[in-house]
C-alpha cells in the first residue's frame, strides 16, 4: 500500500489553473482523501473523494483504472499557498491513513 | 469545540536524553494517535489508542518510546534515550471512532517540534 504525491514543489501564478498529483497502490477498494496545512496551522482535511464535494474551489475524481486522485482548482489564488497531502485509509489496519510525502504549493502574485 | 492541545510546543534536546509530549483530544474523542512526521516526509503512524487501550503501536519503536493514555483522555509519549533520527514533529490526533472515513474525521493538534543535537 502506497501513496505518491510525485511533486515536491508546485508553483503557479494567480489565476492559473492548479493540479497537485497523487497517485496510490492499494489491493482492495481505496478510501481517499486530501489535507492541507497552512502557514502555522495544524493539519486538517480539505476533502475526501467518497464526498464528491467542492472545497475552498478544489475538487478530486478518484480514477480507479489509472490509480489516481488528484486535486485540481481551476483559478488559484494566493490563499491557496499551503502544503497540501494525499492519503490512503487502510480498512484492514483499522483504517489506518497511508500518506503521501506532500506538496508544497506556491501561488505567485 | 476546542481542538486538540498539545505540549510543549517545541523542545530541544541533547541525544541521550529524555523527553516527554502532552496531548489532550477533542472532548468525548474515543479515539487518540500519536504521528511522527520528519521534515520531507508524510506523518507516520506510531500508536494509536482506542479509549485507554492500544489499537496498533507496530510502528513505534519500543526500544525507546512509549505511550500511555491513563483513563482514556489525556496521553503522552516519551522518548527515552533519544537519538539523532528522532528529530521531528510529533502530532496528536484524535476521534470520535477509529480511522478517517465517512461520518468520521481525524483532527490534528498543532505538533510537538523535536530537535536532538
Known amino acids: 500500500q502506497r501513496v505518491t504525491q510525485p511533486e515536491k514543489l508546485l508553483s503557479v501564478f494567480k489565476g492559473a489553473p492548479v493540479e497537485l498529483k497523487c497517485n496510490y497502490s492499494?489491493?482492495?477498494?481505496?478510501?481517499l482523501f486530501w489535507y492541507v496545512q497552512y502557514s502555522r496551522q495544524r493539519l486538517q482535511l480539505l476533502l475526501r473523494?467518497?464526498?464528491?464535494?467542492s472545497i475552498k474551489g478544489f475538487t478530486a475524481d478518484l480514477n480507479k483504472g489509472e490509480t489516481s486522485f488528484h486535486l485540481k482548482k481551476p483559478f488559484a489564488q494566493e490563499e491557496d499557498s499551503a502544503m497540501y497531502y494525499c492519503?490512503?485509509?487502510?480498512?484492514?489496519?483499522?483504517?489506518?491513513?497511508?500518506w503521501g510525502a506532500g506538496t508544497k504549493l506556491i501561488i505567485k502574485p | 469545540e476546542a481542538g486538540v492541545a498539545q505540549s510543549p510546543r517545541y523542545k530541544i534536546i541533547e541525544k541521550r536524553q529524555s523527553v516527554a509530549f502532552w496531548c489532550n483530544p477533542i472532548?468525548?474523542?474515543?479515539?487518540l494517535y500519536w504521528y511522527q512526521q520528519i521534515l520531507g516526509q508524510g506523518p507516520k503512524l506510531l500508536i494509536q489508542f482506542q479509549n485507554n487501550g492500544v489499537v496498533d503501536d507496530s510502528q513505534l519503536p519500543k526500544d525507546r518510546f512509549s505511550a500511555e493514555r491513563l483513563k482514556g483522555v489525556d496521553s503522552t509519549l516519551k522518548i527515552q534515550p533519544a537519538k539523532l533520527e528522532d528529530s521531528a514533529v510529533y502530532l496528536c490526533?484524535?476521534?470520535?471512532?477509529?480511522?478517517?472515513?465517512?461520518?468520521?474525521?481525524?483532527?490534528f493538534g498543532e505538533g510537538s517540534w523535536l530537535t536532538v543535537v
Open positions: 492499494y489491493s482492495g477498494s481505496p478510501e
Open positions: 490526533a484524535s476521534s470520535l471512532a477509529r480511522g478517517e472515513r465517512s461520518g468520521n474525521t481525524i483532527y
Open positions: 473523494h467518497i464526498s464528491r464535494e
Open positions: 472532548s468525548g474523542h474515543a479515539t
Open positions: 492519503a490512503l485509509s487502510d480498512w484492514d489496519s483499522n483504517y489506518q491513513l497511508i
